[in-house]
């Protein structure tokens, strides 16, 4: 088997059980979204953020950490082991005991208790986030997507029922408990055994450094992903964020399994690159071909056929999050091959483009936030995240291609065919829509709309082999050679 089919292999796994997941979860959201009202998502949503920035300082960058080794033994594991288990505690601690805090600086009283409870879920991220890197280190992939899709439809379950007996901000936090909980537990149970225990911090000192360097490059991701949902917050009302939230449910977050399964499956591999670039000019070139071509396909399809399925999925109220479903489904999809991108980078341990970067986005995010709290628009911080996404993927593509890593002429060559491709699909998908919408007047409209969806198909169909996503598959063995 080729490194291409196994990586993709072993990508498909945890994709399909992050797959089923997001229609579990589809369900799930149907149910919670009527039970729980704008308000509460938003303290929900604002509770997400401060928990996300404690969890980050707590995981350490230890999934990564594992990921990027060469060798795994006992010695190396384990002090990274009693590294999560202060980390955990201290978190856990610190989150628990500052909730307050959290709910004044954001404006949001409301929020305190979610936070609170979601304390527990930090004090294991640590756990949860080396156990499963040690899992795909070691390539069980399926063992990892097995106890994932279990934990998570549990989650739910027990979840869904929390929230349609207490109807409050607090119970939408049992779903995630849960699964982390059940997920945790099954990837001790499936990781070897041998490696598992604890040791002293001076013979991990190597990895704690490094993972040290992961999380001080993370807080400025987090930083750059939370300033403009701040001013949002402080601008507007939480409810715009509850809105938002509820729309990445149907778009980002789908996106962001893709872009999980993608980057836990491919990590470990980019080792082989850090000492030299040559492979890498090729390789890394043709991944993100490939993954633009799926990635920006998948936005534009989403971004026409998921805005009309929120009032029918959520019930009403959520017609603002109908508005934002689109542009958050261009900025999940771009988000796909920006982080993919990113992901290398830190795995080349280049921080000081890291921060660089950071930097730069920050910058961008701040201006927004202003913008956002004078005009208090919500398009604003809309546009703010589709720009992080592209400059973040811009500032990256020319740092490595200046350093060899990347066949920036032909990448970029690629990237404007593919999105001239994109919009032919959405506009098609569009103009179908909107033809099966006068259908109900005349037949003819219906026979009009099955034609334009045939139109890019057929054509698709008749040039497949010169797309370039699917010239890059069969070149790695992903799809058998062409018969002509």
Not at 25 to 54: E, H, K, W
Not at 86 to 94: D, E, K, P, T, W
Not at 232 to 242: E, F, K, N, Y
Request: net charge positive.
């Amino acid at each position: 088997m080729t490194t291409a089919r196994r990586l993709l292999a072993g990508a498909s796994w945890v994709y399909g059980a992050q797959l089923l997941t997001v229609l579990a979860q589809f369900a799930y959201a149907a149910i919670t979204s009527r039970a729980v009202g704008p308000d509460g998502f938003g303290a929900y949503a604002v509770a997400l953020a401060v928990t996300g920035l404690v969890s980050l300082l707590a995981t350490g960058g230890l999934g990564q950490t594992i990921s990027r080794m060469n060798v795994m033994d006992q010695a190396r594991i384990r002090p990274l082991l009693t590294y999560a288990l202060i980390l955990g505690v201290v978190c856990g601690l610190f989150l628990l005991l500052t909730a307050p805090f959290w709910g004044w600086l954001w404006g949001v009283e409301s929020s305190s208790n979610p936070i609170r409870w979601l304390a527990i879920s930090c004090s294991l991220s640590p756990f949860l986030g080396l156990a499963t890197g040690l899992l795909a280190r070691t390539g069980k992939f399926r063992n990892l997507a097995m106890i994932t899709l279990g934990s998570n439809i549990l989650g739910m379950v027990v979840g869904g029922l929390a929230v349609l007996h207490w109807q409050t901000a607090s119970s939408l936090v049992v779903s995630t408990s849960v699964a982390q909980i059940m997920t945790l537990v099954g990837a001790l149970l499936a990781s070897e055994r041998g490696l598992l225990g604890l040791s002293t911090l001076r013979k991990g000192q190597t990895d704690i450094s490094y993972s040290g360097k992961l999380t001080s490059t993370n807080m400025l991701s987090y930083v750059t992903g939370n300033i403009v949902k701040f001013s949002m917050v402080r601008g507007i009302d939480a409810a715009s964020l509850g809105h938002w939230n509820r729309a990445e449910v149907l778009t980002s977050i789908p996106m962001q399994q893709i872009q999980a399964a993608l980057i836990r499956a491919v990590y470990p591999e980019f080792r082989h690159d850090i000492q030299e670039s040559d492979r890498a000019k090729t390789v890394w070139t043709d991944m993100l071909i490939l993954v633009a071509g799926a990635s920006l396909m998948l936005s534009a399809a989403a971004l026409v056929l998921v805005p009309p399925v929120v009032p029918l999925l959520f019930g009403p109220g959520w017609e603002t999050a109908a508005l934002l479903a689109g542009p958050l489904a261009i900025a999940g999809g771009l988000q796909i091959v920006s982080t993919l991108l990113a992901s290398a980078v830190e795995a080349l341990g280049r921080f000081r483009w890291i921060v660089s970067t950071e930097a730069i986005l920050i910058g961008l995010q701040v201006i927004a936030a202003i913008f956002v709290l004078v005009t208090r628009n919500l398009w604003v911080a809309v546009l703010a995240l589709v720009l992080t996404n592209v400059v973040r993927h811009g500032w990256h593509v020319f740092l490595l291609g200046r350093q060899g890593y990347l066949d920036v002429r032909r990448l970029l060559a690629n990237y404007l065919f593919l999105v001239g491709i994109s919009f032919i699909v959405a506009l098609a998908l569009w103009c179908s829509l909107e033809l099966v919408k006068m259908s109900s007047s005349s037949f003819v409209y219906l026979i009009l709309a099955l034609f334009a969806a045939f139109i890019p198909i057929s054509a698709g169909l008749v040039l497949r082999d010169r797309l370039p996503m699917v010239v890059i598959a069969r070149k790695y063995g992903i799809l058998p050679p062409s018969r002509t």
